[in-house]
């Protein structure tokens, strides 16, 4: 198998799911995964108050980011306010695509300056919902986030002014070529969930890198069009997926 993995954590703010960090966090350790750690700036959210806030957690951060993970911006204060479906074309709502290119910048701003404040270099973004348009994009590249964390294709390519290192999958599963990011909401994780997360560390590690381990063993060209069209399938699989889970 010449497949490699990424493993992504979204909704990492103050008030996540600690309990479940607690054994999470040893297992990636112990395997020598550097995952990507997509942190809210300043979480509004009450879906992602599930647990006492913590106040070593800009601490944490920054250690994890010394010890060589990647932090992500994943949003500003991950509150959804349009019902447009953006760039991805996952979900059809959105903290940032469709509003006015003023406020996006502002939103952004003020995401950057609370990683700024706290000592923390953005690596990459991370959208919530996966929503974000082209003036975000062209925002974020602007303010030197080259790197997306998103997108439907088998390698990381150059798209729109950033790298697009791609994000197709929720659990592990035996690919045999390709970059594969797997993106975790660990806030949901029951005892089964932690004890699969374990054991899926523990068979697929060999496989697992980093992020810029991930960019550096590819010439990042421009999406082209089998890039694009891989994409649509994916997504269409994935709609058909829903609407089958849904029935």
Request: aromatic share 12%; proline share 4%; net charge neutral.
């Amino acid at each position: 198998m010449s497949a490699r993995y990424l493993v992504r954590f979204d909704d990492i703010c103050p008030t996540m799911n600690w309990q479940v960090w607690e054994q999470l966090e040893p297992v990636l350790q112990a395997h020598g995964v550097k995952p990507v750690m997509a942190v809210v700036p300043d979480n509004r959210d009450p879906h992602l108050d599930v647990d006492v806030p913590r106040t070593d957690f800009w601490t944490r951060v920054r250690r994890w980011q010394a010890a060589g993970w990647t932090i992500a911006l994943h949003g500003h204060q991950h509150l959804y306010a349009t019902r447009e479906a953006g760039l991805v074309g996952i979900n059809r709502f959105s903290e940032f695509a469709g509003l006015a290119e003023d406020r996006q910048r502002e939103k952004l701003q003020l995401a950057l300056a609370v990683f700024e404040r706290e000592g923390v270099r953005v690596d990459a973004w991370v959208a919530p919902a996966h929503s974000f348009d082209a003036v975000t994009l062209r925002l974020l590249v602007q303010a030197g986030v080259r790197v997306v964390s998103d997108g439907f294709y088998t390698r990381p390519v150059q798209h729109m002014g950033a790298v697009w290192v791609p994000q197709q999958l929720w659990r592990f599963r035996p690919m045999w070529r390709g970059l594969w990011t797997v993106c975790f909401h660990h806030n949901a994780f029951d005892r089964a969930a932690v004890e699969r997360f374990a054991a899926d560390i523990a068979n697929y590690a060999v496989h697992i890198v980093d992020l810029p381990a991930a960019i550096a063993s590819h010439a990042v060209v421009q999406r082209g069009a089998a890039d694009a069209a891989f994409a649509s399938a994916w997504m269409a699989a994935l709609w058909l997926k829903r609407l089958g889970a849904a029935g």
